[in-house]
């Protein structure tokens, strides 16, 4: 049996909240008939897998049954693929049985190579947070070494590939950009942080990823603003792509949700268009915002276009049409799909991260 229900982030805290992981064990509880493996599933802080116990025990004192964690490491929008070949499978486990349950039905992915690794239930559960914590610091740390680059006049394209060559520090998660979003590393590195402070720990390496974080949506406001000539009152910002990555339809913690409000407060008018997120940034983003069909009426008489979200749509835009609609000719791509000399030769007066 798989819990595998959502540990949002708790109101005021930063921690997990656990409400709905307790909810299933006791419900669960009630129903156990013959020996069960209960799997947390769940992105869960450590020590929940010990208090799962304790609710079924308490809850059903005779039932026969073990807990095991088992973190998912799947993608959104590449969930499938994740899952048919993850680059490893951890199982925390306590007893025998249970790992015979959990390897049996992980047989048909062991078949491909993917390694199930064993380890204790409180590893099995700080595997994931660590895991995402790293990738989270990936990303923090290539987005300082691309204001560093815009400093020096280096290009963190060739940075990252030069660094990722080396396969000890490996190729992926070095892309620069306004910052990570979504519902898993903004939540996760915060409750990190939360599960060293409760046992006494420091995580400054985690906590300064999580400030970097924001300093960089933060530089991406000032970097659409110097675009614009120092001001964005009066200017029509078109905004291509709104959910924090493109195939899906998540705007949880998106970059937009830090970048828009703030520009719309200094009185831009924005003009949006998002293949797939706009109805949730209509329940998450102000009033003022306007949504729009297709990418020709979104840069309509725009001072500027912002690419905030990589979709494949916005990669092989016309770009000769897009300029020929804008007022202005300033483009911010916060995502570096574009190269600056086709983009120049375009006509445009082109912005990127941490390129030239
Ligand atoms: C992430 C992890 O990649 C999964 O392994 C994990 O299972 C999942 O969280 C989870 O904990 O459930 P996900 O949030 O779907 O998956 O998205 P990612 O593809 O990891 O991207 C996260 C954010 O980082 C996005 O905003 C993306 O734009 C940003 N990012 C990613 C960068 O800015 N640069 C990069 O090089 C990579």
Not at 74 to 98: H, K, N, T, Y
């Amino acid at each position: 049996m798989f819990i595998a229900v959502g540990t949002p982030t708790r109101r005021g805290d930063g921690h997990a909240d656990l409400k709905y992981v307790y909810a299933a064990a006791e419900e669960i509880a009630k129903y156990l008939q013959g020996y069960t493996v209960i799997v947390d599933k769940s992105t869960v802080p450590v020590g929940t897998a010990r208090n799962v116990e304790r609710i079924i025990r308490e809850t059903n004192p005779q039932a026969d049954f073990d807990v095991a964690s088992n973190p998912e490491f799947l993608r959104e929008g590449a969930a499938l693929s994740d899952f048919m070949r993850p680059d490893r499978v951890i199982i925390g486990v306590e007893s025998d049985r249970a790992e015979a349950v959990l390897r049996e039905l992980y047989q048909p992915i062991n078949l491909i190579e993917a390694p199930i690794m064993k380890t204790d239930l409180e590893s099995a559960e700080l595997i994931k947070y660590a895991s995402n914590a790293f990738l989270a610091t990936k990303i923090s740390f290539i987005n300082e070494i691309s204001m560093l680059c815009e400093a020096i006049g280096a290009d963190v394209h060739a940075v990252a590939k030069g660094m990722g060559l080396d396969g000890r520090i490996g190729r992926k998660f070095l892309h620069a950009g306004p910052g990570y979003g979504g519902s898993c590393f903004p939540k996760d590195t915060q409750a990190l942080v939360r599960i060293a402070q409760e046992h006494g720990v420091s995580s400054r390496i985690v906590e300064s990823v999580i400030e970097v974080n924001a300093a960089q949506k933060a530089r991406m406001i000032n970097k659409i603003r110097t675009a614009l000539g120092g001001s964005e009152a009066g200017k029509t910002i078109a905004v291509l792509g709104l959910t924090f990555k493109p195939e899906t339809d998540d705007m949880r913690d998106a970059p937009a949700l830090a970048i828009l409000p703030a520009l719309l407060d200094k009185g831009a008018t924005i003009k949006a268009h998002d293949p797939q997120g706009m109805e949730e940034a209509k329940e998450l983003l102000p009033d003022s915002v306007s949504y729009h069909e297709d990418i020709m009426s979104t840069v309509d008489n725009a001072d500027a276009v912002v690419l905030m979200t990589e979709w494949n749509t916005y990669r092989g835009m016309n770009l000769k049409d897009i300029l020929k609609k804008m007022s202005g000719n300033a483009f911010i791509d916060l995502r570096n799909v574009y190269e600056a000399e086709q983009m120049q030769k375009a006509g445009f007066e082109y912005h990127c991260v941490g390129r030239i």
